[in-house]
């Protein structure tokens, strides 16, 4: 039995295709046939205004997405999928447009797929429920789970058997790019002096939450954290990650050597980096002062990634 999921995020759409295993097992309940993700950047303002920060998904990302859409519908036709049966996911941009319901209109006449708009807490629990498959969380820890998207990042504290805590904020990757970067091509120091405030504002129910559970491990959830450990094994062994992996640690001292190489260089520097790619070249520059943020604020000196989340928690 095949089953695919479309994550439509702020930045990037995601589309999974996966055969259901007849055996099982805790991560090996399914075999994918097909991941890709895809540019989009719905939450992108244009020459009229609009985005994310207005809430007002443009007329010219509507048809971004329908590209990356028509795209899709293209595999799913290969792999004999109807669109009426795939799950697909709406997210921070969808979930805040005012023009909401005239977008998902939109998509659905155009490609059959129906839309579901999650809300902050499903989002956070879909997540966790990926993450935990893909056995990140060490057995015992408690830890901070943190996917950073591009509307909004979710944090989720908890062990490797229930959530304790969630809460989606909306301090998204393009969201922080609009506010603290503008069209500079390297982030000032003040600027993320500026954001570390910003994020002490912002992430006091986080705070609070921390203070309660005392999480020990940072469990990065795909996207940015995913770059970082691709740039990690690139700059130890001059390879990609192994594909068949989905847990990884990122040493914290590492870390800190590739923030430091991000927030210093442009972006022709930042995309020569070994690992980097174009999807995330100017996005993680705001990602990694908001993990230096956790880290520093929190006490936190063990860094889990898992490449797996909010796609993967759905098959769950």
């Known amino acids: 039995m095949k089953q695919a999921v479309i994550d439509l995020g702020t930045n990037t759409f995601h589309l999974m295709i996966v055969q259901k295993n007849a055996d099982s097992t805790r991560n090996g309940a399914y075999q994918t046939l097909f991941r890709e993700s895809r540019p989009a950047k719905i939450g992108r303002s244009s020459s009229g205004g609009g985005g994310i920060t207005q809430r007002i998904i443009t007329d010219d990302a509507i048809e971004r997405a329908l590209s990356v859409l ?9 792999y004999q999928i109807n669109p009426a049966d795939v799950a697909v996911y709406g ?41 935990r498959s893909s056995g990140a969380i060490p057995a015992g820890a408690t830890v901070m789970v943190m996917d950073i998207g591009g509307g909004s990042v979710e944090f989720i504290i908890g062990n490797d058997s229930r959530i ?41 129910p986080l705070t609070n939450a921390v203070h309660q559970y005392q999480p020990t491990v940072l469990v ?24 068949g992996q989905a847990a990884f640690t990122l040493p914290i001292a590492d870390f800190y050597h590739f923030y430091q190489l991000l927030i210093e260089r442009n972006h022709a520097q930042r995309m020569a980096l070994p690992g980097m790619i174009e999807l995330r070249v100017d996005m993680i520059v705001v990602a990694v002062c908001l993990i230096d943020f956790v880290l520093r604020s929190y006490g936190i000196q063990t860094i889990q990634v898992s490449t797996y989340a909010l796609k993967e928690g759905a098959l769950v």
């Open 70 to 78: 028509t795209y899709f519908m293209e595999v799913l036709d290969e």
């Open 91 to 131: 997210t921070s941009a969808i979930r805040v447009a005012q023009n909401q319901q005239a977008f998902i209109d939109r998509i659905g006449q155009k490609t059959g797929l129906q839309i579901r708009v999650l809300s902050g807490d499903e989002e956070a629990g879909l997540i966790y429920q990926g993450v």
């Open 164 to 204: 304790f805590w969630k809460q989606s904020f909306e301090i998204g990757g393009q969201r922080l790019m609009e506010r603290f970067m503008g069209e500079a091509d390297v982030i000032s120091a003040a600027s993320v002096n500026r954001m570390q405030t910003f994020f002490q504002e912002q992430l006091l």
């Open 220 to 243: 990065g959830s795909s996207g940015s954290f995913d770059t970082l450990v691709d740039m990690y094994y690139h700059e130890q062994s001059g390879t990609w990650p192994p594909a």
